[in-house]
């Protein structure tokens, strides 16, 4: 990860183990790696599909950095976006399904689905080569791999760019659908998009970085979620304008960088998790209400979201909130705590909300804990009933 002032080393660059970042990973395919990010489910890393191109897309390794040790996983199954679109930089997504569980202690993530990323700073992690913004990434750099982050602000989607720069701008984004970034150092001379757009903004200051090789796939959080996946950088000029501080494509200051908008890919990802689920149930009569802790590992206990009533229209969406909750079971030590946003799309009228938990070799007795769903949109649970809340069981399985 590039950044300005200061080398890799220093601290403030460091996504260290047990600060909130465990969940993004390096993923190697070949000879070549790349970053991603472990999904809500706990089984599916979110990645960028250009890490794939040219090799088989049936090999991958991931490997996590947590307070369990460093652990390295294999993909049991990959899906890139059926419409991925090198020559344009679209649909640049893929899904890594894990072979084995993933470690308990990294996070797990929601993705952001609000449309108001653009003005937003947000925080970018990942694996890329590190270098200065006035040198650009270190071309030669042959040390360890190191989970970096670093600052921006989304300024606009890349086809505002495209609007602005015409032919200039050698390929097209589909609408709304990149979110970009350019790399400031406080000088208008460098700020591209303060030229090209007149979006004037040199910087946030000390924090301010953008992707490298290496960080492709990797995560932009807002608010501790997925807004963006890293796709691509570029130097751009024109005729008046050349922000580029070395008009070489590098990471360096004035250059402009690209994430896929995950709140425009946000259907694709649910429907394509939801289909991988195990044993999940799909009508209330299949749900179990407990579950076996087992000896190790994770298993899923699910809760069934079912809408019965009539949509304003065919395509809209219907959602809720939802976060679990103790009971007598803890979040960390039996279970793995979710929060997040559960969507029903078009000729979806129901899904469920995995829970991990958390096998041990512990005797002891049987724990529950609970689902809390509120914030209906597009339904009502009911006259006067905000909330609506599950139980669940989890079944010691461990003999004196």
Request: glycine letters at 10%; a negative charge.
């Amino acid at each position: 990860m590039v950044t300005t002032l200061s080398n890799y080393l220093d601290s403030r660059y460091r996504a260290d183990i047990s600060e909130g970042y465990d969940g993004v990973v390096r993923v190697a395919i070949g000879g070549y790696y790349g970053t991603g990010t472990l999904l809500y489910d706990g089984k599916a890393i979110v990645t960028a599909a250009h890490l794939f191109e040219g090799i088989s897309e049936t090999s991958a390794s991931v490997y996590f950095e947590t307070a369990q040790g460093d652990i390295t996983l294999n993909a049991s199954n990959i899906l890139l976006h059926p419409d991925y679109n090198p020559e344009d930089g679209n649909n640049d997504l893929a899904l890594i399904w894990l072979t084995d569980d993933a470690p308990t202690s990294a996070e797990r993530y929601d993705i952001y689905r609000q449309s108001d990323e653009i003005s937003q700073d947000f925080t970018m992690v990942g694996y890329g080569v590190p270098g200065t913004g006035n040198s650009g990434a270190q071309e030669d750099y042959n040390g360890a791999y190191v989970r970096l982050m670093t600052q921006n602000t989304f300024d606009a989607s890349a086809d505002e760019l495209k609007d602005a720069l015409g032919y200039t701008m050698g390929w097209t984004p589909t609408e709304n659908s990149q979110l970009i970034a350019d790399f400031d150092n406080g000088m208008s001379t460098h700020d591209a998009l303060g030229m090209f757009l007149g979006i004037d903004d040199t910087g946030i200051g000390v924090m301010e970085g953008i992707i490298s090789s290496g960080d492709s796939g990797g995560p932009a959080f807002i608010e501790g979620k997925i807004a963006g996946i890293a796709s691509y950088i570029s130097s751009l000029e024109t005729y008046s304008y050349a922000p580029d501080i070395d008009t070489s494509t590098n990471s360096s200051f004035g250059e402009i960088a690209a994430w896929q908008r995950v709140s425009y890919y946000q259907q694709w990802i649910d429907e394509s998790i939801r289909s991988h689920y195990r044993n999940a149930p799909s009508k209330a009569s299949d749900v179990q209400k407990s579950v076996l802790e087992g000896d190790g590992g994770v298993s899923y206990a699910y809760f069934l979201l079912e809408f019965t009533g009539t949509r304003s229209s065919t395509q809209a969406w219907v959602s809720v909130d939802y976060a679990s909750r103790d009971g007598s079971a803890h979040a960390g030590e039996d279970y793995i705590a979710v929060s997040g946003t559960l969507i029903l799309y078009p000729n979806e009228n129901e899904a469920v909300i995995p829970v991990e938990i958390i096998g041990d070799n512990t005797v002891e007795n049987n724990e529950t804990f609970y689902m809390d769903v509120f914030n209906p949109i597009g339904g009502s649970f009911g006259e006067g009933i905000v909330t609506l809340t599950a139980l669940r069981t989890i079944v010691n399985d461990d003999m004196l």
